[in-house]
């Protein structure tokens, strides 16, 4: 069992910069690949990055040289670095973790970008 809360998100202006934040507890030994994905109003939950516990990372194509995923595992801390922000990254954020067999979540931090 882990709990996931997610932080950072906000309004931000086109081109601009945010860095999101999520802080795990719980049964933090036995977290594996943590992972970052959206939900925009009437879409589909799709993923935005993964990062595993020794640090290798995948990206979606959307976000590829724009935002970084990074994990701090002295601090049970993944963030999300994002940049060159656009209103289609307009989104509730997710945070995930998978812990043994089973995957958490966390509440979501909300991202919008005006234009």
């Known amino acids: 069992q882990v709990q996931l809360v997610e932080s950072g998100g906000g309004l931000v202006q086109a081109g601009g910069s945010l860095r999101l934040s999520c802080a795990a507890s719980g049964d933090i030994f036995n977290i594996n690949t943590m992972g970052w994905y959206r939900q925009a109003p009437g879409k589909q939950r799709e993923l935005v990055a993964v990062?595993?516990?020794?640090?290798?990372?995948n990206y979606a194509d959307s976000v590829k040289g724009r935002f970084t995923i990074s994990r701090d595992n002295a601090k049970n801390t993944v963030y999300l670095q994002m940049n060159s922000l656009n209103p289609e990254d307009t989104a509730v954020y997710y945070c995930n973790a998978l812990v043994r067999i089973s995957i958490y979540w966390g509440q979501g931090t909300q991202v919008t970008v005006s234009s």
């Open positions: 990062i595993t516990r020794g640090g290798s990372t």
